[in-house]
Antibody, heavy 120, light 113 residues
């Protein structure tokens, strides 16, 4: 069974940094495209960014609002996905979900999410 | 970016009745290499993460009840719940994964009438 467990969320001041992690199990992590999606309180789903499998050079793509501030990486030896967030803004406040794509869509399976609050 | 527009924003349906949600993409999401529409449908219940229901526009994910079906072509797609159950109360999202960035519709909230 696929399990994705996010961690690292919390309260951070504007301009601050935070690193989220996503521990994966139940599938071959190195074969999956991994994606971060966020959801602001009471709002819809917003794609944040994605990293392809390492065999595809681990290419990353980012949404315009986070490009240059967020960085996605993966450690296939630890089955873990990361989201490094810098220069955080109040509008980055959201639940951040980790998701794995294994050939059906880019986001076949989802974790429970970790909440990031950016506030002074 | 491809814009995904869902309609309606919300609907209330009686138990056992049909619920229909529409999704329109601003451009084609047909992947010519395999002739499949790269369009998915997700269900999000309160306090839970989204769950994949339908992929390739019409293929039901394993374990999803057969009262859920997806259809459509061109730029117009539909999610149908043939006989609404109490546990289907949720927000439903369509998403295109044809081009980067993948984009979601704004969501449709389904309630019991």
């Amino acid at each position: 069974e696929v399990h994705l467990v996010e961690s690292g969320g919390g309260l951070v001041k504007p301009g601050g940094s935070l690193r989220l992690s996503c521990a994966a199990s139940g599938f071959t992590f190195s074969d999956a495209w991994m994606t971060w999606v966020r959801q602001a309180p009471g709002k819809g789903l917003e794609w944040v960014g994605r990293i392809k499998r390492t065999s595809q050079d681990g290419t990353t793509d980012y949404a315009a609002p986070v490009k240059g501030r967020f960085s996605i990486s993966r450690d296939d030896s630890k089955n873990t996905l990361y989201l490094q967030m810098t220069s955080l803004k109040t509008e980055d406040t959201a639940m951040y979900y980790c998701s794995a794509g294994m050939g059906k869509t880019d986001t076949d399976y989802w974790g429970q999410g970790t909440l990031v609050t950016v506030s002074s | 970016d491809i814009v995904m527009t869902q309609s309606p924003d919300s609907l209330a349906v009686s138990l056992g009745e049909r619920a229909t949600i529409n999704c329109k993409s601003s451009q084609s999401v047909l992947y010519s290499s395999n002739n499949r529409y790269l369009l998915g449908w997700y269900q999000q219940k309160p306090g839970q993460p989204p769950k994949l229901l339908i992929y390739w526009a019409s293929t039901r994910e394993s374990g999803v009840p057969d009262r859920f079906s997806g259809s459509g072509s061109g730029t117009d797609f539909t999610l149908t719940i043939s006989s609404l159950q109490a546990e289907d109360v949720a927000v439903y999202y369509c998403q295109q994964y044809y081009s980067t960035p993948p984009t979601f519709g704004q969501g449709t909230k389904v309630a019991i009438k």
